[in-house]
Structures are given as C-alpha cells and as structure tokens.
C-alpha cells in the first residue's frame, strides 16, 4: 500500500492523489460488476462539493472518465458477428461480450486445491487438459493492490514515446511493444525478470517512475510471484509430480507484459490483439474489469469463446512451454482480443516462462510407453525466437521441437 509521506514533489504528491482517486474508482467499478450494489452517495458527493484534481492528476483524471457514449444498445448475440454491443457506460455498467459464455471458463477456488479438496484439483487438471484455460479465486492477492496497480500502469502509458522506448528488449519481444500493422491499437509494456528485485526496480529507474509507482509495481511484482508459483505447484501436484519436481518453480523468471488497447469509437469491433499462444509456461492474466473483449478458442468446438471479467479474480492460460514440459496433456490454449466497447482497455499478465537454465523437457513423470516423448528437449530463447522469426505465435511453432 501506498502511504503519502512528507517531502514528495508537487508532481509525486499528484500521482499518490491519483492513485488514491483510483483506487475508490476500482473499488466501485468491482461493486459494480459483482452485482448491482450501489454504493450510497458520500457525503462529500450529497454536498456537491467534489474535489477538483490538478496538475499530471487532473489530466490523468480527465483521460480515465470514459467518454459518455450516445447510444444504449444490450447483447443479444456474439459480438464477433456484428457490431459490438455499446451499453451506456456508467461505472455500474460495464463493456461486457456474453455473462452466458462465461460458464465454459471453470472457476477454481486455489483455497480448495491440493489436500483440501481432491475433486477441485481434479477440476484444475482437466480446466488445463481440456480448454487451456480457467478462473482462479482464493488467490490471497488484495483488491487494493491490484486496483493501485492499474492506476500505475495507466501513469506509465502516459510517458511519452521516448520515455516508454527506454524500455528495451532483455530477450526479444520482452520490452516495449509499439503499435504495429498487425496490432495498430496494441501496446505494451515488458518487465523481465518480475521475479527478482533488482530487474523491477531497473524497470522502473529506466521509466523514471515516480516513488508512488515504484513501489506499487514491486509490490504487485511480489504478490504476482506468489500467486503464479501457487498455481504452477497446485497444478503439477495435480499432475502427480512430487514436492521435489514441482518446487522449483520459484525459481523460474517471470515476465509482465502490461497491456493497453488504444480504442476509440472508431475501433469497435476490430482486432485487439491477433490470434495467438502464449511461449511460456502458465500466464497470470490481472483482466481489465471493465472491458471485455478476451476470446478463447474452444479445441471441442473450434469456435472462439468470449471471456468476460470477473472483478477479483484472474485467468489462467496455459502456453506452449506447458504443454511441451508437460508432454502434450496440458493444452496452449489460442486466444485473441477483440475491441468491443469506445474505451481503453488495461490488462496485465504475468508469465512464468521455463526452468531457471532455459532447458524444456517433460519430467520422466510424464512419459511412458503410452505416451512416449514428444518433444525434443529445447532452449526457452530459443524457442521465443524461433516463434519470433518464423511469425508463428499461435502455437505452430511446436510442431518443429517434435521428437
Ligand atoms: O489483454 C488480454 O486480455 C490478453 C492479453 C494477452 O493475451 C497477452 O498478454 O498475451
């Protein structure tokens, strides 16, 4: 948690305002989406007397009041196979695909896992063996954390061009992503190592982020790990590996990748982000809680299913290294972002990408004479640039490592 304290900037004092503005903002858009709880007016409000932000805060402010929108329209079918569906926008109404869709995500509670409850793990290893994908709650990591997180990273976006190119490359693809012909309103930001301290921290010197920022970041960092390490063990202990097999996961790098999808009316109903695995092991998804537009493909039907938000949770995505160091049960679930609503959209991932050496291969676990080998042993970097290179980011890319 952020604490104001004696002697900031003018400019540092402005982003703690923020970060603060935000952070009630998140609280009452989280209400909001849990069901239609309205909060009562605070005092402040009955009176009138708002309190006007200045400086970067009154600018910054300004850009995240979403643009009041002309017209109201529900859902009644898939967004994909028309114009998308525009609500009002108000805070209690967010930009939402299809609530229906969302019962093919499972739900799992990290709470239930492991010796508690054998059935959820049960459901954790089939949510990854069938669908790629599934939902966690129980994960320990605080609602304000990840509301101050999100008014952060909307800080950084506002860098200048020049600013966020200092952002580079550790391995390739892993700093600053600009807009591009295939993803025109995508960009992103890149953290490698999220894990270790001292890369957060060179991260953020190299941004010039303000104090508040910095120490929002490493904290969302630690928290993130934790989270990230929990569900990787939970799932390889659903798997059968053992406490020795599995440990090792807190040593694996992590990479954020802090995504912003620059939409304008303009944009509604195209392409967010191209079609597309992920090249790590298991990613971490923090969604935007208030505009949807995720679509994962359904391997039993073929069709891309939309994914709406669930404040307080995160989605879970399996990669390419996970189903090769899992010998093929797991699956690289393929997914895609579609602009469904006149706003920007936020979202944050953390990845835990492959064993600390780079070596993939599957634990002897796994292979038998049933299953017998099916990738060649491989380099992460090798593989990220191999995916790089050839232009298969879906996943392709693994057919070339089969044994
Ligand atoms: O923004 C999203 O919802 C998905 C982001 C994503 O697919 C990624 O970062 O790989």
């Not at 600013?163 to 391995?171: F, H, L, P």
Request: hydrophobic content about 40%; some cysteine; overall charge positive.
């Amino acid at each position: 948690m952020i604490k104001r304290r004696r002697g900031w900037s003018g400019v540092e004092r402005n982003v703690w305002y923020f970060v603060q503005q935000a952070k009630r903002k998140a609280t009452s858009v989280a209400l909001s989406v849990v069901g239609p709880v309205r909060r009562p007016p605070r005092q402040s409000e009955q009176r009138g007397a708002a309190r006007v932000p200045h400086g970067v805060a009154a600018s910054l402010s300004r850009r995240t009041q979403p643009t009041p929108l002309k017209t109201a329209r529900e859902s009644e079918t898939r967004h994909r196979h028309r114009a998308s569906p525009i609500l009002r926008h108000t805070r209690t109404q967010p930009f939402f695909c299809g609530a229906a869709e969302m019962a093919k995500v499972p739900v799992i509670d990290l709470r239930l896992t492991g010796a508690a409850s054998p059935e959820e793990s049960a459901r954790l290893r089939e949510a990854c063996e069938r669908l790629g994908c599934f939902r966690v709650t129980g994960h320990g990591a605080p609602p304000e954390l990840l509301a101050e997180m999100k008014a952060a990273v909307r800080l950084l976006f506002d860098l200048p061009d020049d600013a966020k190119r200092r952002n580079t490359d550790v391995i390739p693809g892993s700093g600053y992503v600009a807009p591009s012909a295939t993803n025109a309103l995508y960009e992103a930001f890149g953290l490698l190592d999220a894990a270790a301290p001292a890369d957060v921290d060179a991260f953020c010197a190299r941004l010039d982020a303000p104090p508040g920022v910095r120490e929002t970041v490493k904290a969302y960092a630690e928290k993130m790990h934790d989270v990230i390490v929990d569900v990787a063990g939970k799932l390889a202990s659903s798997m059968g590996l053992d406490q020795e097999e599995r440990c090792s996961f807190k040593d694996w790098p992590c990479q954020f990748r802090i995504n912003k999808y620059n939409y304008t009316e303009d944009t509604v109903g195209s392409s967010g982000v191209q079609v597309h695995t992920d090249s790590s092991f298991l990613t971490v998804l923090q969604e935007d809680e208030c505009v949807g537009g995720l679509e994962v493909l359904d391997p039993a039907t073929g069709e891309f299913v939309p994914v709406d938000p669930v404040a307080g949770s995160f989605l879970i995505n399996i990669g390419d290294v996970g189903t090769a160091w899992s010998n093929g049960r797991l699956h690289n679930v393929k997914h895609r972002v579609r602009c469904v609503a006149p706003v920007p959209r936020i979202s944050i991932a953390m990845f835990l990408l492959a064993p600390k050496d780079g070596r993939v291969s599957a634990p002897e676990t796994f292979v038998d004479a049933d299953r017998p080998r099916r990738y060649k042993a491989f380099n992460y970097d090798d593989y990220r640039r191999l995916r790089m290179s050839n232009g298969e980011h879906a996943g392709e890319a693994l057919a070339r490592l089969e044994a």
